[in-house]
């Protein structure tokens, strides 16, 4: 037995090596590498109105008015921040992924795969990966679907698709309709979605 014991004690140290190396000196590596990266704060984000917080403003002038006044960076940045703040207050979270993975072909129905330097920014720290997809993920949701599709698909999920287990948010909206404040900052977030990633693949 005597003999194994310096086996054991060389084995034992070999073993605290590896674990070293691969769950701390790897990881730091990896979040070094992030020290180069640019942080877009919420104004540099918002400097441009995307041409749907536009067409909510030419579609709805009079509500528009009342909720967020002209289009403008100030009301721009104020609109994503509310979106983003509902979309983590009503857990959309909770069954969206906005995250892209590598695998599964998942490329062919999301878009490009996700990267790092897209989460660094205001309105994706702390990020919202989610845990599961009882819906599809969001993260390139931005401009693939029409306001109106949104608004109808929020009023009532199940007017669009029969099937639909994700709750009405009708309470965002007047009965015809027409966004209150909290439902045109839901929608100028999700069409805000995956619209950094361009810049954030060079
Ligand atoms: C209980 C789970 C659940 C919750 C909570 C939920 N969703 Fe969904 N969502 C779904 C499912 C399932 C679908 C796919 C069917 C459909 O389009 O309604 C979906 C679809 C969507 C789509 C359409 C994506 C596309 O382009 O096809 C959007 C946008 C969306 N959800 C946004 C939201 C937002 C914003 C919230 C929070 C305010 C939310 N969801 C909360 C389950 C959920």
């Known amino acids: 037995m005597e003999k194994f014991y310096t086996l054991f004690f060389v084995a034992g140290i070999g073993c605290f ?6 769950s701390m000196v790897f990881p730091w590596m990896t979040l070094h590498s992030y020290h180069d990266m640019e942080f877009q704060t919420l104004e540099q984000l918002a ?20 909720a967020f006044g002209d289009v403008s960076p100030e009301s721009y940045a104020e609109a994503l921040q509310l979106g983003r703040d509902l979309y983590v207050d009503q857990a959309c ?14 490329t062919q129905r999301f878009g490009p795969p996700s990267v790092a330097q897209e989460y660094q920014n205001a309105l994706n720290q702390p990020h919202l990966w989610g845990t599961r997809r009882v819906g599809p993920d969001l993260t390139r ?21 029969p099937n639909s287990v994700m709750p009405s948010y009708a309470y965002y909206f007047e009965q015809d309709g027409t ?10 977030y999700l069409q805000w979605l995956g619209t950094t990633y361009k810049e954030a693949a060079q």
């Open 47 to 66: 400097a441009e109105p995307s041409k749907e917080f536009r067409q909510l403003q030419e579609q709805f002038p009079e509500a528009f008015d009342g």
């Open 17 to 22: 090596v590896i674990a070293i190396t691969l």
């Open 93 to 106: 979270w909770h069954c969206h992924s906005q995250y892209v993975r590598v695998v599964s072909n998942e």
């Open 141 to 161: 949701e931005g401009g693939k679907r029409t306001n109106d599709w949104h608004i109808a698909h929020l009023v009532n999920p199940k007017d669009i698709l």
């Open 179 to 188: 966004p209150r404040k909290k439902g045109f900052a839901l929608v100028t």
